[in-house]
T-cell receptor
């Protein structure tokens, strides 16, 4: 069945280092992927997205890489800051049942060590 | 603030009671979504509106749940005869392909605790 999941549930990085959060998906029909950041007590916040016809997309301090061959997605955060501490979710759309429904993975908790 | 807003932010109720949550989407967003999130998990899709039409409902949405968007603007989610298993964060999101591509913007959520 379709699923979106993350390799690691927790990640700790030193402030200033780069962070890499990974995600595996199983539905090869998915054509749109999103990364969300969720801080405690808040709703998910959009970070960056990528379509399946792209391999890489860059934002401010963030880069998303998509490897369709192995169905793998990653989020890279440059110069990680304490404010980056949160749970990060990868999500997919364009799955077989609905184009508008977003399917979230279980999340990775990022902790930044000052 | 022109983001998605939800009310109330927190709700404590006794089992068997009815509760209603409200979501005000970003102005001019014609699509509105409801999700449920339990502790340690990602949000799960519940239902979706385009304008006032409810176009899709998840199997998670039992017949005790009902959602409306009567004028195509704000939406309400009602849970009847609440059960302890309904305790969760209920998230609302909105989007508009015309204005913001396909990005769904989430509200702060309503945290429900059923005693």
């Amino acid at each position: 069945g379709e699923s979106v999941g993350l390799h690691l549930p927790t990640l700790s990085v030193q402030e200033g280092d780069n962070s890499i959060i990974n995600c595996a998906y199983s539905n090869s029909a998915s054509d749109y992927f999103i990364w969300y950041k969720q801080e405690s007590g808040k709703g998910p916040q959009f970070i960056i997205d990528i379509r399946s016809n792209m391999d890489k997309r860059q934002g401010q301090r963030v880069t998303v890489l998509l490897n369709k061959t192995v169905k793998h997605l990653s989020l890279q955060i440059a110069a990680t800051q304490p404010g980056d501490s949160a749970v990060y979710f990868c999500a997919e759309r364009g799955a077989k049942t609905s184009y508008d429904k977003v399917i979230f993975g279980p999340g990775t908790s990022l902790s930044v060590i000052p | 603030d022109t983001g998605v807003s939800q009310d109330p932010r927190h709700k404590i109720t006794k089992r068997g009671q009815n509760v209603t949550f409200r979501c005000d989407p970003i102005s001019e967003h014609n699509r509105l979504y409801w999700y449920r999130q339990t502790l340690g998990q990602g949000p799960e899709f519940l239902t979706y509106f385009q304008n006032e039409a409810q176009l899709e409902k998840s199997r998670l949405l039992s017949d005790r749940f009902s959602a409306e968007r009567p004028k195509g603007s704000f939406s309400t989610l009602e849970i009847q005869r609440t059960e302890q298993g309904d305790s969760a964060m209920y998230l609302c999101a909105s989007s508009s392909i015309k204005l913001a591509g396909e990005t769904q913007y989430f509200g702060p959520g309503t945290r429900l605790l059923v005693l």
